[in-house]
């Protein structure tokens, strides 16, 4: 393994580390994103883009699509699509479960997750907390930073049937022990965020992993993490985004976009499935006076999420001829049942892309006695039709809270999407794409 992919993995590792919550992935990735020169546009101002501009605008600050308008461009956006939220717990309203010398904390399942990886192992609580401030309602994000809560599984001594396979009951047993039987999160969530009880109003909290990511293996091939999808692909289109390359020789419209909520199926105001990016697209046309249905003609779409690599203990559950392995290359992912949005004709477009940047490809399909997952890229293209593709990088124990993942791959999807951000298409007729 490179130097480089040694440091591109570490500082992924940090941007995973900050980015416990969509909530705070939005967050860092706007910090990134004003430290690189981006204005932040806010839904209910008046926008008035100019060429050479660099903007992003946020929805519930859970969802983020950041753009630039080059100072020469052709009539065509240049899109990638990620998501900013994981499986975990979320935390009930009415938070306390307390009970005989106990307090325990009533949390709910979001997204599929495997359960018992979240047992046994140092958990704690962030996301955002909404508050009565100086007479008005505002959000703020928290990150409790100590080990708080933990799952505990039951002793083998009292549970014989541990090792031939147990139904976890969300509702019985994951519930998080937090404490004795006086104590109260919200006195600890109050007096981590220095403020009165009174001052909260609601909250949208969740567990998370307190694990630290790490490199791994006899060459440091690997590495594992929480929330490895998709912050992984979130990280590495932003920095194709924002590399010179990019900046420097776009010619068509460049648009990064990270969504909420894919995990639970994007219908949401700020998912894949909303009009997040129609609007902004449409907002975009506007100031620059362009026929939004005609740009889109000319416009592509990565869509990006995660891929299954071929387990080593498991080789079976792969389909034999279309399995992808770690550090080997970004995955194009295909489904007949367009669970995937990919195509002959887009997986071409993207390969031809990976090609010019030197990035090797692969492609992945389900057993055909398996479904699979779906992802963002069909769901968007309900409200926002174009040419798009499903891709991810290729890793192992999707939705466990602690999953791994290749070392190579990162720069990867760097350097191709550094490509695809420099490039632009143009399209007269259905079925014909010309890369300019």
């Known amino acids: 393994m490179t130097d480089t992919n040694i440091n591109t993995t570490k500082n992924l590792l940090d941007f ?6 969509a909530f705070h992935a939005v967050e860092t990735i706007g910090s990134m994103l004003d430290e690189s020169g981006y204005s932040h546009l806010g839904e209910g101002q008046n926008w008035a883009l100019v060429s050479g501009g660099k903007y992003y605008v946020t929805r519930n600050q859970s969802s983020l699509i950041a753009f630039r308008i080059p100072e020469h461009y052709v009539p065509g956006f240049l899109i990638t699509a990620s998501h900013s939220d994981s499986p975990t717990f979320k935390l009930k309203t009415n938070v306390n479960n307390n009970g005989s010398k106990y307090t325990r904390l009533n949390a709910e399942p979001y997204g599929g997750m495997i359960y018992s990886t979240w047992m046994d192992r140092p958990l704690s609580v962030a996301g955002r ?17 100590r080990d708080l809560v933990l799952i505990p599984s039951v002793a083998i001594h009292q549970m014989r049937t541990q090792n031939s396979g147990v139904a976890l009951n969300p509702a019985v047993d994951l519930v998080p022990l937090f404490g004795g039987k006086d104590a109260s999160f919200t006195d600890v969530l109050a007096a981590e965020m220095q403020l ?7 909250m949208d909290l969740y567990l998370y992993n307190r694990t630290h990511g790490s490199v791994w293996g006899a060459d440091d091939a690997f590495f594992s993490a929480p929330r490895i999808d998709n912050l992984q692909c979130a990280y590495g289109t932003l920095l194709g985004f924002m590399t010179p390359e990019a900046a420097e020789n776009a010619v068509g419209i460049p648009v990064y976009s990270v969504f909420d909520n894919e995990e639970t199926g994007s219908a949401t105001k700020q998912g894949a499935g909303s009009v997040f990016l129609a609007d902004t697209l449409e907002r975009i046309c506007g100031c620059l006076g362009l026929c939004m249905k005609q740009a889109l003609a000319s416009s592509f779409m990565i869509s990006a999420d995660n891929a299954h690599a071929v387990h080593p203990n498991h080789g079976e559950l792969s389909d034999n001829a279309n399995a992808p392995y770690m550090n080997e290359g970004i995955v194009i992912k295909h489904n007949a049942a367009q669970k995937y949005t990919t195509d002959a ?35 968007s293209n309900t409200n926002v039709p174009l040419y798009t593709v499903d891709i991810g990088l290729p890793q192992l124990a999707m939705h466990s809270s602690y999953e791994t993942a290749g070392c190579a791959d990162t720069d990867t999807l ?5 490509k695809f951000y420099a490039c632009a ?4 007729n259905d079925g014909m794409l010309k890369m300019l």
């Open 16 to 21: 995973i580390e900050k980015s416990p919550t």
């Open 129 to 145: 907390v909404i508050l009565s401030e100086n007479g008005s309602i505002v959000c703020r994000n928290v990150k409790i930073d």
């Open 196 to 202: 009165e009880k009174e001052q909260i109003l609601g």
């Open 414 to 418: 760097i350097r191709a999407c550094a």
């Open 425 to 428: 298409f143009a399209s007269e």
């Open 345 to 379: 004709f887009s997986a071409a477009v993207f390969t031809e892309i990976c090609r010019q940047a030197d990035v090797p490809v692969q492609f992945f399909h389900n057993r055909s006695d398996m479904p699979g997952g779906s992802t963002l890229g069909s769901i």
